[in-house]
């Protein structure tokens, strides 16, 4: 019992971690996508 409740605080932490670093990750997206058109089209033309 004790290690299902370890288990699941680290699960909470862990959660909150990830959505915490989500909601960075989509701030960091939604700024380069106005800086980065122009990058991501080159991109696009490498990977074709």
Request: charged letters at 15%; zero cysteines.
């Amino acid at each position: 019992m004790q290690i299902t409740a370890v288990f699941i605080y680290l699960d909470h932490k862990f959660a909150f971690f990830f959505a915490l670093l989500q909601r960075q990750l989509l701030q960091v997206g939604k700024a380069a996508q106005r800086t980065a058109s122009p990058l991501r089209e080159a991109q696009n033309d490498v990977v074709h």
